[in-house]
């Protein structure tokens, strides 16, 4: 089946949303979208590559490593946005991931440095702050994020910390959603000086408000590939 259609056009819709954000909070931002994958089929893939989209986006390691592997004539980007466990990381790191936005731990951030030290490579990676304090997600509370953010940097050589990422408030009201992606950006803006340039926040629900907050970066999945 051709879904090369249907994915333009919900591909235009998302482009053009994420454009009138982007403008109304600053015509000097640069945003990336990252095609969120998990629920996608290869052949769904396939057709928004042809759309001109480059970074995907899973969250886990098995389904990561299947796609990828299947799609390894293109030329594309892959993003690991889901919790990441230990006994997984030497498959996630022999697929040369473009960016991890889930480095949600100290501890996690040892046991990576640890592999790519052996390994001699470097990791690209974005801090996960929970900042809805929500106990069904993962991430640092925000009142330990920049600390340990500069704790990796310091005993990390091979991590490169890239900016952090959050998951949205997740509840109908716009107010608690809003104080998620500030107390966010808040953190972001404290590590500019860090070296954070991403901030990885918005998805197919609230990628607009999370723009107007700041984000740099949206993940979006369900609005791009749904019928
Ligand atoms: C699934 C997922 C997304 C995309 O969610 P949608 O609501 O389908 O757009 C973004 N980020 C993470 C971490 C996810 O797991």
């Not at 929500?134 to 990390?156: H, V």
């Not at 803006?189 to 970066?217: C, H, P, R, V, W």
């Amino acid at each position: 089946m051709d879904h090369t259609y249907r994915l333009r056009k919900n591909l235009d819709t998302i482009i053009n949303k994420i454009e009138k954000a982007r403008i109304a909070y600053s015509r000097h931002q640069v945003i990336q979208l990252v095609a969120v994958s998990k629920y996608a089929t290869i052949q769904e893939i396939e057709a928004l590559y042809a759309c001109g989209q480059r970074a995907f986006g899973e969250n886990k390691v098995q389904d990561f490593k299947a796609k990828s592997q299947v799609l390894d004539e293109l030329p594309l980007q892959w993003h690991m946005l889901g919790t990441l466990q230990t006994n997984k990381i030497n498959t996630l790191l022999a697929l040369k991931p473009t960016l991890v936005h889930s480095l949600d731990s100290l501890e996690l951030a040892r046991a990576l440095e640890a592999r790519c030290a052996r390994e001699n490579i470097t990791l690209n990676a974005l801090l996960q702050i929970n900042a809805s304090y929500e106990p069904t997600k993962s991430g640092l509370p925000p009142q330990e994020a920049q600390e340990t953010y500069l704790t990796i940097r310091k005993e990390c050589p091979h991590i490169e910390l890239k900016g952090v990422m959050s998951i949205g408030a997740n509840t109908p009201e716009i107010k608690q959603i809003e104080a998620s992606f500030e107390k966010t950006k808040n953190i972001f803006d404290t590590l500019k000086t860090q070296g954070a340039e991403i901030l990885s926040m918005g998805m197919s629900g609230d990628f607009e408000i999370a723009i107007a907050y700041g984000a740099n970066m949206v993940r979006i999945g369900s609005a791009l590939f749904e019928s």
